[in-house]
């Protein structure tokens, strides 16, 4: 019988992670459908973009946990999730099982940032980062139209 024992420092992020992504989830969940394809400017993109770009660099992730080398080349860029709340739930969903499946097999790997050796926690790190830039920036849309926030997250929509 094989034990998974998680380091202290690992398990407290991925629960940050769990929280962070579920805040994101929410915000697509509650999202009327035609409201994917608004966008607040020029080279912003449409809310379906970005959320479709959140899970598109969490598959350059995934794939640094599974090769050691960090490669933002590799997205999927499946650009027909953008326009379908569903497909991009379950785009979210399936990245994000993939990546927590990964973290088990390959808790001590060390991965190539650009010449840099990062360990899984500050890979996780990094990915936490990316994705409260992106919470930034869906707050503006959300804002601009007028929508209501989910109950998650508490503060953004008072």
């Given at each position: 019988m094989i034990v998974f024992i998680m380091r202290?420092?690992?398990?407290?992020?991925?629960?940050?992670?769990k929280d962070l992504r579920q805040l994101t989830l929410d915000l697509l969940s509650e999202l009327p459908e035609e409201n994917l394809s608004f966008s607040v400017g020029k080279n912003m993109g449409t809310i379906g973009k970005q959320y479709r770009h959140i899970g598109d660099?969490?598959?350059?992730?995934?794939?640094?946990i599974k090769t050691g080398k960090v490669d933002f080349g590799k997205y999927r860029r499946d650009y027909s999730v953008?326009?379908?709340?569903?497909?991009l739930l379950e785009f979210l969903e399936e990245v994000n099982m993939e990546m927590l499946k990964l973290i088990e097999e390959k808790e001590d790997v060390k991965i190539d940032w650009f010449g840099e050796k990062l360990n899984l926690e500050e890979h996780l790190n990094s990915l936490i980062e990316h994705e409260i830039l992106h919470h930034g920036e869906l707050v503006v849309y959300i804002r601009v139209l007028d929508l209501k926030f989910p109950e998650s997250w508490g503060m953004w929509g008072l």
């Open positions: 202290e420092e690992l398990k407290h992020l991925l629960e940050k992670w660099v969490q598959i350059c992730y995934n794939e640094a953008e326009t379908s709340k569903m497909k």
